[in-house]
């Protein structure tokens, strides 16, 4: 096919179609990245003045969560229209300029795509609920009668990630499935008029020069509308944990095996490109299937949620880390990495939360019980990335973690944006803390988010993590990570490890096939340290070995 050209977008033709197998992919949250016109919510403007931040880093590509029209039921996961962009961001053109000067610089650009659910606000649901039961509008989503007397009861068990009932009912009777916010009306993937329209939406992004997709919630598209509609028969377990009720491949709405025919559809679209797009899956699933998504015949690669919830053990992360590198082998694809992202709480506060912490009420607590050691958990998660970054696959970060950025628990309720807080009664505060705006200078308003004050208010110390309190200084988180990806994109080559087994207990070292190994001290006590020339330590070495909660790269 013919890939119509984007003025000032090169032609990518000549450059590696594989080189997302081991990419460092950096995810910009638009609404918090950076703010161009002074309104208070980070747009496509800003990320493009900001686009130097990325080069100089030396990340591969940036993936842009949505920024889409939305009404911002849930973050810009709702979407109006999947072939625009909100006016509030700017519009097709800014993206068309950001895209070009990203590749420009020498980065791709990944887009989500939402094919779970549309906003209640776009034209296919407005529709449907003026067109009524039984009409073809309504079955492009999933509209149900009620259960009792009058309907007047959800015609399933099923429960929102966000919390209650997956369903909500219209002036009509009728009801229709949310697998999240109400505002967020999940697709019938049986309809064929919806496969004809993603098909068309891939094509609108990749025509105007994206490198790839991240598909969110890439297992709940396909379910079980079959009739009656089957209860969980446990409608306390919402979410991924009522998996573990039913066979592989065969719950009502997750992980359905006839959801793979979509993305086999979907790649003969993306490999008709020259080169070929990427995409990857957030797929919330065990391993073993989570590889099925990577098939290169599908996605081409999925998320590595197991290796983001493992907590700071070696032996637990060894275990995820060989069993994750199995799976992407299995898959014939190539592993991925992530420790935060915009819906967990950041790593530089995650990973030094006791184990049993329900960080649902720690958040509630405003990070007070237990109190956290800002210190030691920026220690730990220095450690944890440069572990991460040495380990075979793609890398995904998330903006500010260059940074240090620790979670903003203390965020006053008044302000808080994520529909988590009120769906669920005021018991979960929801994800905001990880969204709050990055800090790039010292002073002003927003810390150089823009002209004015954030959308979400930003706290007092984060001038000192700020780009401009990190740019040039010895030491600094932000240094780290450019000397780490420097080094990466140097020493990386094949992809496979070899564990070394005669180490003290709590430590972890591998050694690449290209000649260098890394070594992560997870015990509270320094180790001495193998022979090869210290390339990179995530902290200072004591007195020639490696202190507690650090990393060190040596070449053999």
């Not at 009620?146 to 009728?174: I, K, N, Y």
């Not at 690669?301 to 060894?318: H, P």
């Not at 988590?420 to 200078?441: A, F, M, N, S, Y």
Request: hydrophobic share 40%.
């Amino acid at each position: 096919m013919t890939v119509r050209s984007t003025a000032g977008t090169p032609d990518l033709s000549s450059k590696d179609p594989n080189w997302w197998r081991q990419a460092v992919i950096y995810q910009v949250y638009p609404r918090s990245f950076a703010d161009a016109d002074g309104d208070g919510l980070g747009d496509l403007r800003g990320v493009t003045q900001r686009l130097t931040h990325l080069a100089a880093l030396g990340v591969d590509a940036l993936w842009l969560s949505p920024f889409y029209p939305s009404e911002l039921a849930d973050g810009g996961y709702d979407v109006d229209d999947y072939r625009d962009v909100d006016p509030r961001l700017g519009t097709l053109d800014d993206f068309d300029a950001m895209a070009a000067e990203a590749h420009r610089l020498g980065l791709k650009v990944i887009v989500d795509l939402v094919p779970n659910h549309t906003s209640h606000r776009h034209a296919w649901f407005r529709e449907a609920l003026r067109a009524g039961p039984g009409s073809a509008a309504r079955d492009r989503y999933v509209f149900r009668d009620g259960r009792g007397e009058q309907g007047e009861l959800p015609p399933t068990d099923w429960q929102s990630v966000f919390g209650g009932s997956a369903w909500r009912r219209v002036p009509d009777g009728q009801w229709y499935l949310h697998l999240f916010a109400p505002q967020q009306p999940d697709l019938n993937w049986e309809n064929e008029q919806v496969r004809a329209d993603f098909r068309t939406t891939l094509r609108f992004w990749c025509d105007r020069g994206v490198d790839g997709f991240r598909v969110d919630v890439a297992h709940a598209l396909v379910k079980d509308l079959t009739e009656p509609l089957r209860d969980l028969g446990a409608p306390e377990l919402s979410g991924e944990a009522a998996l573990v009720r039913f066979a592989p491949g065969t719950h009502p709405f997750y992980d359905r095996d006839d959801v793979h025919e979509v993305y086999r559809d979907w790649r003969k679209i993306l490999d008709a490109y020259t080169p070929p797009r990427t995409a990857v899956a957030e797929a919330w699933v065990p391993g073993a299937r989570r590889a099925l998504y990577a098939r290169p015949d599908e996605l081409g690669q999925a998320f590595n949620f197991e290796y983001l919830q493992t907590g700071w053990d070696a032996a637990e992360l060894r275990e995820v880390i060989t069993g994750s590198l199995s799976d992407a082998r299995t898959a014939g694809a190539s592993a991925t990495w992530v420790l935060s992202n915009h819906d967990v709480v950041r790593h530089a506060t995650r990973l030094v939360l006791p184990p049993d912490t329900d960080t649902d009420a720690w958040l509630l607590s405003g990070g007070h019980a237990p109190a956290v050691d800002t210190a030691a958990g920026l220690r730990r998660a220095r450690a944890a990335t440069l572990l991460m970054l040495a380990l075979p696959g793609s890398a995904y970060l998330y903006q500010g973690e260059e940074l240090g950025l620790p979670e903003v628990a203390d965020l006053p309720t008044e302000v808080l944006q994520d529909p988590i807080w009120e769906q669920t009664g005021h018991v979960r505060k929801g994800r905001d803390g990880c969204r709050v705006p990055l800090p790039w200078t010292t002073d002003g308003p927003s810390y150089g988010f823009g002209a004015g004050a954030a959308w979400l208010p930003q706290p007092p110390d984060y001038a000192a993590y700020a780009v401009q309190a990190q740019d040039g200084t010895t030491g600094s988180t932000l240094e780290l990570y450019r000397t780490a990806l420097r080094l990466r994109r140097k020493l990386l080559d094949g992809e496979a490890l070899t564990w070394s087994d005669d180490v003290p207990a709590d430590v972890l070292r591998f050694d690449r096939s290209d000649g260098w190994r890394c070594v992560t001290n997870l015990s509270g006590a320094a180790v001495d340290l193998p022979a090869g020339e210290v390339l990179l330590s995530s902290a200072p070495l004591e007195d020639g070995r490696l202190g507690p909660d650090t990393t060190v790269w040596l070449a053999l």
